[in-house]
């Protein structure tokens, strides 16, 4: 459904479905992917600049609460989805699907931010501060990891920490909202 969402079609659809779905292949190339790819998500979110606030733009938070059936869900209710869409953006930011495609990690782990800054905003009791600006660091690279290696093990560390997280708060939303392929 997520996919719908993010009107994926053609080969982009094709790279998404291969990192749901673990594949360790690599997808094919696509002459025109990395502009294709930084134009969907520069459609689905807005990048404030230097603080890196990466939000989701209203017209697509909308378009989410439609394709996946939430504009009757409570505010907590989206929370804790939006906060899981979070953690599979995260855990497939890293997927070598995406290595040939120029800035997808980065790109895919700021619109994980934004899903995640979009669930705090709906239910800040939902995460601490402190845990919020944790994922914060790591999903916007504050750090400035250079090294690829160990970038990817903060990210498969965070998802693990956010899955933990789900799996006692809200084990259920959790269960639902993971790829079959994934548990």
Partial sequence: MILNALGLKGYIRDVFMSAIMRKTDFVPESDNQP???????SSLMTDLGQWQQHTLKDKHYA???TTLDLKEASESDKSRIFFCLSAIFANISHSN???GIPDASKILKRYAFALLAKAYS???SMISRQTFNTYKTV????NNLSNEEANQLRISS????MVRYAQYRFSKVLSEWTPDAWL
């Avoid at 999903?139 to 504050?142: R, T, V």
């Avoid at 965070?158 to 920490?161: G, K, M, P, T």
């Fill in 63 to 65: 378009n989410l609460l």
């Fill in 122 to 124: 709906l239910d800040e």
């Fill in 139 to 142: 999903l916007l690279d504050f």
């Fill in 35 to 41: 502009t294709e790819f930084k134009s969907l998500f």
């Fill in 97 to 99: 699907v995406f290595y």
């Fill in 158 to 161: 965070l998802y693990r920490d």
